[in-house]
């Protein structure tokens, strides 16, 4: 079902859409050695959402078999889930031709992926929960 939501001006919740065509180019003025990563589940084949590692977090995801990105925002290791007990667990990492992104094909460990809530305070499955409408509009999926 699509619904508009409420809250106008809200980044993660409302319906303006404000999208960040600068994050690359801040990840790079910002001297950021990673690569984006795009976190998928394994079974379903639903992208959840899509990040960033260096060379600490692939190494730590490989040894831990489970998603640890680089936060480009927090300048840290972030183990996904470490505090909300939705970890994704690593069933493969795949490398594109070029070699400048990667696939972490995962399974959730808790009821979703993304840092955000419904309204009923229930975790959302992905980060893909809304829909561009138009121009300027965004629409709720979930």
């Known amino acids: 079902m699509i619904t508009p939501m409420s809250k106008p001006n809200d980044l993660e919740e409302g319906t303006a859409q404000r999208l960040d065509f600068d994050k690359i180019g801040s990840i790079g003025r910002s001297g950021h050695q990673v690569l984006p990563v795009v976190l998928q589940e394994a079974d379903s084949g639903d992208v959840l959402f899509v990040g960033y590692a260096n060379e600490t977090a692939l ?11 680089y ?3 927090r300048q840290e290791i972030w183990h996904k ?4 007990g939705d970890t994704l667990s690593l069933i493969d990492v795949r490398v594109n031709c070029e070699q400048n992104s990667l696939l972490y094909r ?5 009821q979703g992926a993304c840092h955000t809530l419904k309204e009923d305070g229930s975790t959302r499955s992905g980060c893909y929960y809304r829909i561009v409408a138009s121009e300027n509009e965004l629409l709720f999926v979930e």
């Not at 190494?59 to 990105?69: I, Q």
């Not at 995962?106 to 808790?110: E, N, S």
């Open 59 to 69: 190494r730590m995801t490989l040894e831990l078999r489970s998603a640890v990105l």
């Open 71 to 73: 936060s480009t925002s």
């Open 81 to 84: 889930g470490a505090t909300s």
């Open 106 to 110: 995962v399974r959730r460990d808790g």
